[in-house]
């Protein structure tokens, strides 16, 4: 039955003595009683939960509208910011920007002496998002942002043709420290990273994010050969992130690590790992080195091989060219003959037949003269 109802009948019941039984019966009505209080009370408290949960999804809506809306119109006017300034490039600058744009670059760009700003910066890493013409990025002591740093980072990570950045002495931090550990993790052409003299670490806000991403980082780069991280304000919690990459890492020979917080047993185990590494790099290098020898050495066979097979061929088209030679010779000699024993035929032909000419005029002569004396 249920306990509503029950509630609705025992409004109506007189008290009954006070037996066994009733006592009972009371007891349980009671509990009935209490139970259905304690149910109402419940649905009192879901109901008010409900709307607590209503309330507060409404209020991060609302909230994340106002701030869909708040970055919608911060990127618009970065977008018009931007077209202000492209529309203002000239000179240096300009011509850096439409030579990234028209992959016409040299392999190297500086950006020293240029007058930069946030969305000169913007416009820069803009252009730098799909170059394929530039190995070598210098980029030291402009004064670049964090927020700045970030972006230029995230589009330099979509690059697969840059192998030199170079960011030192710049307002560098967090932000940018884990774009480039995440750089680090898919890129293969990136062989130098100078970051030298940046807060990657801020202490008071115990923000180690950057670190841990350029840690991971390392622990996956297959390409990175040197990383200057000196003076970043890194601690011994940083030492030992990076000396557990470096562990794992086997390509990275320099590492820069000086005026950080590293205590002597991290620096130890920074220079074995380096050591190891280098180690490895040399032997590699070696074996590179042999390889080119053999192969030089196998293409100066070819080459006496090639030379000597050259000759051969020309000995045998002199000897061809000699017999060719002897052959004409004994033609030219035969048909030398040839001509002078027709030339001495015909002489003689000419001489019998001048012979028999002067026979029959002779003959002629001799007869006019026997018809005269018979008359």
Known sequence: MDPFTLQAEFKFVKELPKTKKNLEEQAKREVQERQIEEFKRQEKKMSEEQQ?????????????????????????GRKREEEQQFSKLEGRLAKIISDLNSNNTSPEITISGIEMGPARWRILAAALEANTSLKELHLAKKCISDDDGEEIMKKIKQNH???????????????????????????????????????????????????????????????????NLSNCNLDIQ???????????NEVIIHFDYRKNGFDLEIVREINQYLQRNKELYDKERMMEWNERKSVHKEDEYMEMLEITLQQEHMKKVNIMGREEAT?????????????????????????????????????????KRRGGKKK
């Open 238 to 248: 940083c030492g030992k992130l990076l000396a557990d990459a470096l562990k794992v």
């Open 52 to 76: 607590q949960r209503l309330k507060a999804e409404k209020w991060e809506k609302a909230k994340r509208d106002q701030e869909e809306e708040k970055k919608k119109l911060q990127e618009e």
């Open 327 to 367: 052959k004409r010779e004994k033609e030219m000699r035969w048909e030398e003959e040839r001509l002078k024993k027709d030339i001495e035929m015909k002489r003689e032909m000419d001489k019998l037949m001048n012979e028999a000419k002067k026979r029959q005029e002779a003959g002629k002569k001799k007869g």
């Open 161 to 227: 043709t840059l192998e030199k950045l170079e960011m030192q002495g710049n307002n560098l931090g967090g932000k940018t420290a884990k774009v480039a550990g995440e750089i680090l993790e898919v890129n293969d052409t990136m062989k130098y990273i100078d970051l030298e003299g940046n807060e990657l670490y801020d202490k008071d806000l115990k923000d180690i994010s950057g670190i841990v991403s350029i840690a991971e980082g390392i622990k996956k780069n297959t390409c990175l050969v040197a990383l």
